[in-house]
Structures are given as structure tokens and as C-alpha cells.
């Protein structure tokens, strides 16, 4: 059997920056990662705000080209221009770059390690597979739950995401250079939008949305998408290829349970109406760091809870808001036209108390 002071599930972001946090805290780390290598495949439209690449405290190689800003479409009309400076990202440069800090700092890092189960409650045993058929235990003071929208730690404790959205992407070819994320809406997108995210001479066109009974699909809303992206000369109908994934969409909830604590999907502290998460994945990942290892530190699992109090302090509001926004979107049987302020974080109607 291992013993770590903190072992952490899943390589992503959250992970990776709980892991490098941890470790530069003076705790002793494990980072178990269930795939071969980190951050691939991708799934993730890969856009960043400015402000994170600082943050993130990496480098700069990871990053595939700026935008200026983002551009909102409603039934095919430009309606916003809003300047948010942000990147487009290679996302497994990224995410690789994370873990090899954390390795840097101290973590253990254990690639193709799949969590299997674990054994009795708090101060118990995880049970994990080995790259090679075995398996292995690994005792921690204080485990991470880094893995995902259906995480298997958050399963443990009661605290898995209740609502997740579905989404799809196709990678298509640009025939003109664009410096804009472009954001679209229509009738068809149940409470949701589509995308198109440009990266170099590619794009990441996709939607997430919704799903409900006798309405399209994904896909078939996608197709219809991208025919009219590429009838519009914006990109070519070539698809390069696809990927898809799950966003949480669900209320705010706890975030701390007794010697465990959750970051980034499998908080489930992703937007729930724009979908974004990486931003908030590395920021609540370092506090979750820096904390196990203060309460390792103190020999006090009490002192988890001020990760919880930080994280709902730093975007608890904002997180509540956006529920609120997304439970108003998923009731709404009416036209766009009259709506779409309140539901679009790029407008001033979006703010308004509720």
C-alpha cells in the first residue's frame, strides 16, 4: 500500500493545479490520471480568458491564437460585440503543461492508474488498476476529486452532478482568418447555443443544449449548422474530426465532505449557461491544493471547509445566478427575440436581480 498526504483524481486542470498547489504547499501528492497520456483526446471547444494564461503560470506555448472578443448571432443576425480579449488553445498542450508543473513541484504523477473503488469510508483505502492488469491501494489524509462531470469520487459522498447538458464538436477548416468567437442562438438550440471558435486555419464548431423529446437531435442540429456556416463562406464542410462531452449545468452544491474535496467539473463549478469551466477548474484547484495541505498540515480535516468558504466567497454568487438564468432558460416556451438579454451573459438584462 501507498500512503500520500493528498491523492488526487484526474489529470485536467482542476487536477493538475490542486496537485502543483499541494505539493508546493510541502504535502506529499499523488496525481492518478486513468488515461495514457494527459489531456488527450480533447474534448473541449478550448477557448481561455485573458486573465487565466497569468494564472495558470505555465507558459504560453499552449496557446493556437488570440481573440479579441465575442461575437452574438440570434436567427443568423450579428446582435452583440463584446470585448472580452481571450486565447483559443491547443487544450492537451495545456493540460500537459499543468501536470509536468506538478510533477515539478513534487507530485507523483501516475498515468493510465484507473480508480476502481474505495474501501470503507473517510481515512479509507483507494483501490486502483495499473497500466499493466494489477492494482494497487493508495492510503491518503485527504483525497481530490479532479475526474470529471460524472465523477466517480463525487459519487462517493453524494454529491454527483444531477444535470448535465450534452455537446458536440466538429473541427472544420476557416477560409478566412477570424479574430472573433462567434456565438449563435436560435429556436432549434433548446437552451443553448452553437459555436464557432477559430484556430488559425481551423474551427471548433459545435452546440450544447438541452435534450428533450420529438426535437432534433445534436447531431442533425450540427449539420444544420455547419451547412449554414459554410453556405456563409465562414468555414469549409470538411469535417477534420469530431468529439462531444457532458457540461454540468446543475445548482451550486457542497464541495467538501468530510476528508474529500471536489474542483472543476466534478464540483460542478462550470457556468451553467455559458458552459465555461477551465478558468474556474484551475483557480478552485488551487485552493483545494492549498488547503488539504494546510489541513494536513494541522492534523485537522476541520480546516477543509475553508476551501468551500473561499471558492463560494471568489465565485459562489456568480455560480448562483447562472443557475437561476439557466432554470428561467430550460422553462422558456417563448420567442428569442424577447428573451435572449436575460438568458446571454452579454447583456445588462442578464444581471438584473431574479
Known amino acids: ?36 497520456a494527459v489531456g488527450v ?27 479579441l472578443g465575442m461575437r452574438s448571432y440570434l436567427h443568423g443576425h450579428r446582435i452583440q460585440d463584446m470585448a472580452a480579449p481571450g ?22 504523477v501516475l498515468l493510465g492508474h484507473c480508480v476502481l473503488g474505495r ?33 466517480r469520487v463525487a459519487q462517493w459522498v ?10 458536440i464538436q466538429v473541427r472544420l477548416p476557416l477560409c478566412k482568418t477570424l479574430d472573433h468567437t462567434c456565438i449563435y442562438f436560435d429556436e432549434s438550440i433548446t437552451a443553448g447555443y452553437a459555436w464557432l471558435f477559430p484556430k488559425g486555419d481551423v474551427a471548433n464548431v459545435g452546440l450544447g443544449m438541452l435534450r428533450q423529446r ?5 447531431r442533425r442540429v450540427l449539420r444544420r449548422f455547419v451547412r449554414g456556416l459554410s453556405a456563409l463562406g465562414l468555414v469549409r464542410d470538411e469535417p477534420l474530426s469530431f468529439t462531444g462531452g457532458w457540461i454540468p449545468a446543475g445548482p451550486p452544491r457542497p464541495c467538501v465532505s468530510g476528508d ?17 469551466g477551465i478558468f474556474q477548474a484551475v483557480m478552485g484547484g488551487q485552493m483545494a491544493g ?21 471558492w463560494n466567497d471568489f465565485y459562489g454568487d456568480v455560480l448562483s445566478h447562472a443557475h437561476k438564468r439557466r432554470l428561467d432558460w430550460e422553462g422558456h416556451n417563448g420567442v428569442l427575440d424577447q428573451s435572449i438579454n436575460r438568458f446571454w451573459i452579454g447583456f445588462r438584462e442578464y444581471y438584473a436581480a431574479s
Open 41 to 67: 483526446p480533447v474534448r473541449c471547444a478550448e477557448y481561455i480568458p485573458a486573465m487565466l494564461v497569468g494564472q495558470a503560470d505555465v507558459g504560453k506555448d499552449y496557446i493556437a491564437q488570440a481573440t
Open 119 to 151: 474501501e470503507g469510508g473517510q481515512g479509507s483505502c483507494i483501490m486502483l488498476s495499473t497500466p499493466t492488469g494489477g492494482m494497487i491501494s493508495i492510503k491518503a489524509k485527504v483525497v481530490i476529486g479532479a475526474d470529471g462531470p460524472h465523477s
Open 87 to 108: 486565447y483559443v488553445i491547443h487544450r492537451d498542450k495545456f493540460d500537459q503543461a499543468l501536470a509536468s508543473a506538478a510533477a515539478d513541484a513534487g507530485a507523483h
Open 214 to 218: 420529438h426535437t432534433p437531435g445534436l
Open 158 to 167: 453524494g454529491l454527483l452532478n444531477t444535470h448535465c447538458l450534452p455537446s
Open 290 to 310: 492549498r488547503w488539504a495541505a494546510r489541513a494536513v498540515r494541522e492534523n485537522s480535516l476541520d480546516v477543509l471547509q475553508g476551501y468551500a468558504d473561499e
Open 260 to 276: 474529500i474535496l471536489l474542483a472543476g467539473d466534478a464540483a460542478g463549478h462550470t457556468h451553467p449557461i455559458t458552459g465555461a
Open 1 to 36: 500500500m501507498l500512503h500520500y498526504d493528498v491523492l488526487i483524481v484526474g489529470a485536467g486542470p482542476a487536477g493538475s493545479s490542486a496537485a502543483r498547489a499541494a505539493a508546493q504547499a510541502g504535502a506529499s501528492v499523488a496525481l492518478v490520471e486513468r488515461r495514457s
